[in-house]
């Protein structure tokens, strides 16, 4: 369902990078497609060409794929600010391998694959943009590869937690697990692991409180 075209928080994400000239932004403000969807709707499936790029105005989103016994791996939580792409598939315009999921409804906005070599192509800043955005993509895919091998569960939780607080309002207990490779019941543990200790650290303080 298409919605009122207003690009100002686009842009004011994009001309956080760089100083954004007037016909850049009035090309994409002409050119951003508004839409919203609703929780459980899929943007993209295994097979098909990532044609788009999101920029969630509102919403939650996650990324995930299948593996060879149908067990689901959560790879991105995205929420709103962020961009939502399958990075592979938009990049090289190849069948993906994952979904792009809406886990609560949302608000996005997407320009598709040759509005954006476009921009590469008449704007200086389009280009310096596009490299960052690939930059960023890449070090938090690196990120997320060292994370898992280093970090302990609990570690990952809470990095988790830090950068989504709210999460477990917006997706389910499994979908959290799989994005922290582990099994639910490992998480069921952490989750109360935590709330003891929040709760002994609360008694603690009120004893201490003149």
């Not at 060879?68 to 069948?95: C, K």
């Amino acid at each position: 369902m298409e919605t009122t075209n207003d690009t100002n928080y686009l842009l004011q994400v994009l001309g956080s990078i760089t100083p954004l000239p007037a016909p850049f932004q009035e090309r994409i403000t002409e050119q951003t497609l508004t839409e919203t969807f609703k929780a459980k709707e899929i943007l993209l499936h295994p097979g098909e060409t990532a044609r788009r790029i999101y920029f969630v105005k509102e919403g939650f989103l996650r990324a995930y794929f299948l593996d060879q016994n149908g067990h689901e791996h959560t790879t991105w939580f995205v929420s709103a600010g962020d961009l939502m792409i399958s990075v592979y598939s938009f990049f090289s315009q190849r069948p993906a391998e994952e979904y792009i999921e809406v886990l609560q409804e949302a608000t996005l906005q997407s320009l598709t694959w040759h509005q954006l070599q476009s921009y590469y192509a008449d704007f200086r800043e389009g280009n310096l943009i596009g490299r960052i955005m690939t930059e960023r993509y890449y070090i938090l895919s690196e990120e997320r590869s060292i994370f898992l091998r280093t970090q302990s569960p609990e570690q990952r939780y809470q990095a988790l937690l830090q950068r989504h607080p709210n999460i477990e309002q917006l997706t389910t207990i499994q979908n959290i697990a799989s994005h922290l490779s582990m099994t639910r019941e490992t998480l069921s543990r952490l989750r109360s692991k935590l709330l003891r200790s929040n709760q002994q650290s609360q008694k603690t303080s009120q004893k201490t409180t003149p």
